[in-house]
């Protein structure tokens, strides 16, 4: 069964609806998206240059409200990019009167955007989020969420907390991509630690694996030191590094990384390092790498020969057992 | 120890057990309601897990298992009797916060029932010594003035030559015991900490001093203890935290009726750790160094672990000769280089713990 399908199961009588088309005045739109929104992140030029060079194709819907203003059902981007070519009118139909329901109306935008697009996360929030005022969550979960690619109870819920987010939250999840998993490591810090992770996310173009990281890290260390992550972060170390200009964005977003882990975790950090001054000591042939296993926790370590031949090999074998101080090789703590 | 229940639910089929009347008769004035079999099941953990409701269940899953151990790491091969899930306490590491998605403390009235079944298992395996445990999943005792548990178990370990049951509480719920007439092979059992790890950390549970108060009254009503430091948990002042317990412990306890003294550093499945900082604001548990594990779970980093269980070792020694300590979910070399030696893997460990069955019950496995 396709979406359209899906949505023809809703029972919504259209008859009433005329293609009468009026001209409204601009001024009475709301620039804030209204209760049938779903649109967030789009790129506005787009559509502009298409009105420019084509006109507007497509009539908005529209309803007035109690207080005279114009609720936008269908074409909530169009109306902003006519308020930025400074139309003065806007042509659209009106549902005042078409004796649709708020909730058909919803389901009317719905069955509209679905057509012609896919949302994004933030658009998915906002119409879980409009719809919960009509239909309740079971329905969502029977009814909406295969229309809107959500897999999981989970994700509904997440992006109900994205719902509420503040706009340059929203704005920085969509720009930088962050996934729903980062997402949810977000939605347990507090609003202004929230606001500088996604800063920092976005300033040193953290990938997946270094934004969970850094949340785990950033977080555990100010529960640790009972500092605000604000605080953390504005700390002199982090701040030179941001504004340092002789290393590339990647090399900055790894620094920072292992300034974090050196941090959160100083004892293993420690010995890793102490491991290596001891392997770098045994001035190994280039060809051979001696590793600690993952964190030291297994109990072997791993010598890695790469050779051309086997010629190659015994010669590389041959030098490891002129290098006295292999036999030295250990943990580097110290026990009792 | 304070315990409330609130109301009582009785699931679809439960009625059909002597125990659920058992349980209904000491519950008279607390508001019941049936329902049918899993009904509802959705828990929110951010709130609470509705621990103030006594959930009685027909429980169609297994009552015996193995302890399914952890990749990598020495269990010490005991087996878990299931007579019940969740428990009534609030300990901010505890992982069944992860484990059961479902609410409520859940008590198992068909446990009696089903008794017969594992009995016959264990006649059947009449040359192996079982250490069985039901304080795996719930409190072992922390609902016993209620379900009679201890009754029916000790009855049913007079019955059965080769099992010793270990009961693991952390509270001093031990009347029922008393009225038992049965004290061979059974092990009652305290979890141990700091005593500021237990008072910050253990919510609700009955305090340290008063378990090894209860545990001594144990020991003079003829049962054997046992004790476990389970989690350690790494805290600026974790020395003298843990010096402190072990000082009471050799003030309140014959160490010679001591079976076994067990140590586990914390760790948990990463999922847990979302669980915890929800539930937990203001938990310091998960401040230390942890590292992923072979089995996949977060613990201390090696030299830690290697550093507290020595320190935990050293001390302990100092009090008796042999308490038959030992180390839960380990690897050998952590073993070795703690304790000095290593029972290599998990055949060896069972062995080392029956030889303290053999000396504290003069049996022969």
């Given at each position: 069964m396709d979406s359209c399908e899906k949505l023809s199961e809703y029972n919504m009588d259209m008859k009433q609806i005329t293609n009468r088309i009026d001209f409204f005045d601009i001024e009475k739109f709301?620039?804030?998206?209204?209760?049938?929104?779903?649109?967030?992140?789009?790129?506005?030029q787009k559509i502009i240059c298409s009105i420019e060079k084509v006109g507007l194709i497509n009539i908005p819907y529209i309803k007035i409200n109690e207080n005279g203003y114009f609720d936008i059902v269908?074409?909530?981007?169009?109306?902003?990019?006519?308020?930025?070519?400074?139309w003065e009118s806007v042509p659209c139909i009106e549902l005042t009167n078409s004796g649709l329901s708020d909730s058909d109306l919803l389901i009317f935008n719905l069955s509209d955007n679905l057509c012609t697009r896919r949302f994004n996360n933030i658009e998915k929030g906002m119409i879980i989020n409009n719809l919960l005022l009509f239909f309740s969550i079971d329905e969502i979960y029977m009814h909406y969420m295969e229309l809107l690619n959500i897999t999981s109870s989970r994700e509904i819920d997440i992006l109900l907390k994205i719902n509420r987010l503040s706009n340059t939250e929203k704005n920085i999840i969509l720009t930088e991509a962050i996934p729903n998993k980062t997402?949810?490591?977000?939605?347990?810090?507090?609003?202004?630690?929230?606001?500088?992770?996604?800063?920092?996310?976005?300033?040193?173009?953290?990938?997946?694996?270094?934004?969970?990281?850094?949340?785990?890290?950033?977080?555990?260390i100010s529960i640790k030191e009972e500092k605000d992550i604000p605080e953390l972060l504005n700390e002199e170390i982090y701040l030179e590094l941001i504004m340092e200009k002789k290393q590339s964005i990647p090399q900055k977003a790894k620094k920072f990384i292992d300034f974090l882990k050196a941090r959160r975790l100083p004892i293993l950090t420690k010995n890793e390092k102490a491991f290596h001054r001891?392997?770098?000591?045994?001035?190994?042939?280039?060809?051979?790498?001696?590793?600690?296993?993952?964190?030291?926790?297994?109990?072997?370590?791993?010598?890695?020969?790469?050779?051309?031949?086997?010629?190659?090999?015994?010669?590389?074998?041959?030098?490891?057992?002129?290098?006295?101080?292999?036999?030295?090789?250990?943990?580097?703590?110290?026990?009792? | 120890m304070d315990i409330t229940i609130s109301n009582v639910i009785i699931e679809e089929g439960a009625d059909n057990y002597k125990q659920t009347e058992v349980i209904l008769r000491k519950?008279?004035?607390?508001?019941?309601?049936?329902?049918?079999?899993?009904?509802?099941?959705?828990?929110?953990?951010?709130?609470?897990?509705?621990?103030?409701?006594l959930r009685l269940i027909d429980f169609k899953g297994e009552f015996f298992k193995p302890c399914p151990g952890t990749k990598g790491y020495i269990c010490c091969g005991y087996h878990i009797l299931n007579t019940g899930t969740n428990c009534p306490f609030n300990c901010s590491y505890c992982i069944l916060q992860v484990?059961?998605?479902?609410?409520?403390?859940?008590?198992?009235?068909?446990?009696?029932?089903?008794?017969?079944?594992?009995?016959?298992?264990?006649?059947?395996?009449?040359?192996?010594?079982?250490?069985?445990?039901?304080?795996?999943?719930?409190?072992?005792?922390?609902?016993?003035?209620?379900?009679?548990?201890?009754?029916?178990?000790?009855?049913?370990?007079?019955?059965h030559k080769n099992v010793v049951l270990e009961l693991k509480t952390k509270t001093d719920n031990i009347n029922g015991l008393f009225s038992s007439s049965y004290r061979e092979r059974i092990v009652v059992s305290w979890s141990m900490n700091s005593i500021a790890i237990s008072a910050k950390e253990e919510h609700g549970a009955t305090s340290i001093i008063k378990r090894l108060k209860a545990a001594k009254r144990c020991q003079e009503e003829g049962y054997i203890i046992s004790f476990h430091f389970d989690p350690l948990i790494y805290f600026k002042d974790w020395k003298n935290g843990y010096l402190k317990t072990i000082e009471l412990i050799d003030k309140y306890i014959n160490l010679k009726k001591v079976i076994w003294i067990s140590m586990g550093c914390i760790r948990y499945i990463p999922a847990l750790k979302f669980i915890i900082r929800k539930r937990h604001h203001d938990t310091h548990i998960l401040d230390g160094e942890f590292i992923t594990g072979l089995d996949g779970k977060m613990r201390y980093f090696k030299p830690i672990r290697i550093e507290m269980y020595s320190f935990m070792k050293e001390f302990l020694d100092k009090l008796e000769n042999n308490l038959g300590l030992y180390l839960c979910m380990e690897s050998p070399e952590?073993?070795?280089?703690?304790?000095?030696?290593?029972?290599?893997?998990?055949?060896?460990?069972?062995?080392?713990?029956?030889?303290?069955?053999?000396k504290l019950y003069k049996t022969n496995y």
């Open positions: 709301n620039e804030t998206p209204g209760p049938f929104c779903m649109s967030f992140g789009f790129d506005i269908t074409g909530y981007r169009r109306i902003m990019a006519l308020k930025t070519l400074k997402i949810e490591y977000l939605l347990d810090l507090k609003e202004s630690s929230r606001r500088m992770v996604l800063k920092w996310i976005s300033d040193l173009k953290l990938n997946i694996n270094q934004q969970i990281i850094f949340i785990e890290y950033i977080n555990d001891q392997i770098a000591k045994l001035s190994l042939p280039k060809n051979v790498k001696i590793k600690h296993p993952p964190y030291f926790e297994g109990p072997d370590y791993l010598l890695e020969i790469n050779f051309t031949d086997g010629m190659n090999l015994k010669k590389t074998i041959s030098a490891l057992e002129q290098i006295k101080g292999l036999a030295t090789i250990s943990d580097p703590w110290k026990e009792k | 519950l008279e004035n607390v508001p019941i309601k049936r329902v049918e079999k899993n009904y509802p099941n959705k828990k929110d953990i951010s709130v609470n897990m509705d621990k103030e409701t484990y059961f998605n479902q609410p409520s403390l859940r008590v198992f009235v068909n446990l009696e029932h089903e008794l017969d079944t594992v009995g016959h298992f264990l006649d059947l395996n009449h040359k192996k010594l079982f250490r069985i445990g039901t304080g795996e999943f719930t409190d072992s005792l922390a609902l016993d003035h209620v379900t009679d548990w201890s009754k029916t178990l000790t009855r049913f370990v007079n019955a952590i073993w070795l280089k703690s304790f000095g030696w290593s029972p290599e893997n998990s055949n060896g460990l069972s062995d080392y713990l029956n030889k303290r069955v053999n």
